[in-house]
């Protein structure tokens, strides 16, 4: 972004120059504009009805109230409603950008304010040896103010309101890792407590061992209800116990 006042040679050296920069119209040197249209009687009320663009909440609002003081203005004051409308995207460019960054970037207050202070730290001196002198010294006043800027509350944009221009691309969510997958089993396995022991209808892969018979006929035994979930194969859950017939 490029604020400045509305000077003709200025502009066109920011259009060939910063192509694609926005460009803010300082609203101090806009408001002498206008009122230098304005009687001295009616200028207090224009000041006032101006400012009240500035004091919106939203960016919407901002733009909103542009054409709100220029329709007020419009009967007795159309050559100041004119220059507002003239001017809407001008002297609301600033109103894209974070709120937090609005009183520094509608005008050019900051930057002239540096401008005084070297001009004050250099009237010291008023004299200089030579242009080397001078530049050191207006160099030192620089330094000063970028180093009260990095790390004092009287920052130009703090690292919070910077942060609000490119935020943190979201965190991505690791993959859950891919469960084990478990054989299926061919096997249906129930518990009869007639028999007092869990059957299947085939012999292949299960466990044996005192507590565990197998039925060779098929289907559950009389008065069986299932013991796990079909697919879950006792020999699947624990490959490493014996088979039947082995130690």
């Not at 609203?27 to 009240?52: P, Q």
């Not at 469960?179 to 129930?190: D, K, L, Q």
């Not at 006792?234 to 116990?241: L, N, P, T, V």
Request: hydrophobic share 40%; glycine share 6%; proline share 8%.
């Amino acid at each position: 972004m490029v604020i400045s006042d509305h000077h003709r040679g200025l502009m066109n050296a920011i259009d060939a120059t910063m192509i694609g920069a926005t460009w803010q119209r300082c609203r101090v040197h806009f408001m002498r504009n206008v009122l230098g249209k304005v009687s001295k009687g009616n200028t207090d009320m224009v000041d006032a009805a101006i400012r009240t663009i500035f004091a919106q909440p939203t960016g919407p609002l901002v733009r909103e109230q542009v054409e709100t003081i220029a329709s007020m203005l419009e009967a007795t004051l159309p050559a100041v409603a004119a220059m507002l409308r003239a001017a809407r995207e001008e002297i609301t460019a600033f109103a894209d950008f974070p709120e937090l960054h609005w009183r520094k970037i509608w005008s050019t207050n900051p930057i002239e304010r540096l401008n005084r202070e070297v001009k004050r730290r250099t009237d010291v001196v008023g004299i200089f040896p030579n242009a080397a002198a001078l530049h050191r010294l207006s160099a030192c006043v620089l330094i000063e103010a970028h180093d009260e800027w990095q790390v004092s509350d009287r920052r130009y944009l703090s690292e919070a309101s910077m942060a609000l221009l490119t935020p943190p691309a979201p965190t991505a969510l690791q993959p859950r890792p891919a469960e084990i997958a478990v054989p299926a089993c061919t096997h249906r396995c129930w518990w009869s407590p007639a028999l007092s022991s869990m059957a299947s209808s085939e012999s292949a892969g299960c466990r044996s061992s005192s507590a565990v018979r197998r039925r060779r006929g098929g289907g559950p035994p009389p008065g069986a209800a299932p013991l796990r979930p079909a697919g879950v194969c006792c020999a699947a859950r624990d490959s490493s116990a014996p088979r039947a017939g082995e130690r």
